[in-house]
């Protein structure tokens, strides 16, 4: 059982370039979202969706899109990459079939922007 | 503004003590609340959580308690062992919603 899986681990991109931050899960949770970290902010909310074809802005979504076409899948676009765009971005899901259900994360994709 | 807030960015507790983590929030709105441990490059990892209906949730070594008065939860880790180091999260959500805002983290040392 993978759970979360993200890829790439580690990525470093040239300010203006663009790429996609993969996310899977093979639990078939409807719910799922994207996190950055960053040091001394904790976890911050970028975006997230209830189920296939439904995404919504969490509370950091400038620069970034997102697209749910498959239960399993939640890619992040950043369409032109900024310094501040620097972080740790985190992938989590979780069923929703039953309310306050844990979140499960991904380990992660460290993205550095020159 | 910061709505969850760890105010020890670190700890240090001896093997076989107990370890206390704070948290305090400010929304009166979250109902539940989560503690996350993470290692170093790998995601957190859901350790115990705690609805507002209750004040105390125990899973074996690790107990949270919540005071909704004073909108400040806590997590205890009895007896500490070695890998119990880590940084932990405070999380609270609202409503049912899966929207988690989290603390900054606390790190903690457990020293052998």
């Known amino acids: 059982n993978a759970g979360v899986t993200q890829t790439p681990k580690f990525q470093v991109l040239k300010t203006g370039q663009s790429m996609t931050l993969q996310c899977a899960q093979d639990?078939?949770?409807?719910?799922m979202s994207w996190y950055r970290q960053d040091p001394g902010m904790g976890l911050r909310l970028i975006h997230y969706s209830v189920g296939a074809g439904i995404t919504d802005q969490g509370e950091v979504p400038n620069g970034y899109n997102v697209s749910r076409s498959t239960t399993e899948d939640f890619p992040l676009r950043l369409l032109s990459a900024a310094p501040s765009q620097t972080s740790v971005y985190f992938c989590a899901s979780s069923p929703r079939v039953v309310s306050n259900q844990p979140q499960h994360f991904g380990d992660g994709t460290r993205l550095s922007i020159l | 503004d910061q709505q969850v807030k760890q105010n020890s960015p670190s700890l240090s507790v001896q093997e076989g003590r107990i370890s206390i983590l704070n948290c305090d929030y400010t929304?009166?709105?979250?109902?539940?609340f989560l503690w996350y441990k993470k290692y170093p490059a790998e995601g957190p990892t859901f350790l115990i959580s705690?609805?507002?209906?209750?004040d105390k949730n125990e899973d074996g070594r690790f107990t949270v308690f919540l005071n909704k008065s004073a909108k400040h939860l806590s997590l205890h880790i009895v007896p500490s062992q070695p890998g119990d180091s880590a940084v932990y999260f405070c999380a609270a959500s609202a409503g049912g919603n899966e929207k988690l805002t989290f603390g900054t983290g606390t790190r903690l040392t457990i020293i052998p």
């Open positions: 639990m078939n949770h409807e719910y």
């Open positions: 705690i609805s507002s209906i209750k």
């Open positions: 929304n009166s709105m979250f109902d539940y």
